[in-house]
């Protein structure tokens, strides 16, 4: 009474990769988890580079802003 679906069933040997394709697919998945970390990394220190360009931007614009007030002249 119960209809089998055509290759429902499949024989565990026939379901598993060979086992060299099972090796090349955790040194792919090592090599990616690698370069992801390596990413992240890169991400993180361009973060903290921008962060460090922004406040030295910051800093000479302050800088720059206080010089352009000291020119104008004050009464007294």
């Given at each position: 009474?119960?209809?089998?679906i055509a290759?429902?069933?499949?024989k565990?040997?026939?379901?598993r990769?060979?086992?060299?394709?099972?090796?090349?697919?955790?040194?792919?998945?090592?090599n990616?988890?690698?370069?992801?970390?390596?990413?992240?990394g890169?991400?993180d220190?361009?973060?903290?580079a921008?962060d460090?360009r922004?406040?030295?931007?910051r800093?000479v614009d302050?800088?720059?802003?206080?010089?352009?007030?000291?020119?104008?002249?004050?009464?007294?």
């Amino acid at each position: 009474a119960k209809q089998q679906i055509a290759g429902a069933r499949l024989k565990p040997a026939a379901a598993r990769p060979p086992e060299r394709q099972r090796k090349d697919a955790l040194v792919t998945l090592a090599n990616l988890d690698f370069a992801i970390a390596a990413l992240r990394g890169a991400r993180d220190e361009m973060r903290s580079a921008l962060d460090d360009r922004l406040t030295a931007h910051r800093a000479v614009d302050a800088y720059h802003r206080a010089g352009a007030l000291s020119d104008i002249p004050v009464r007294r």
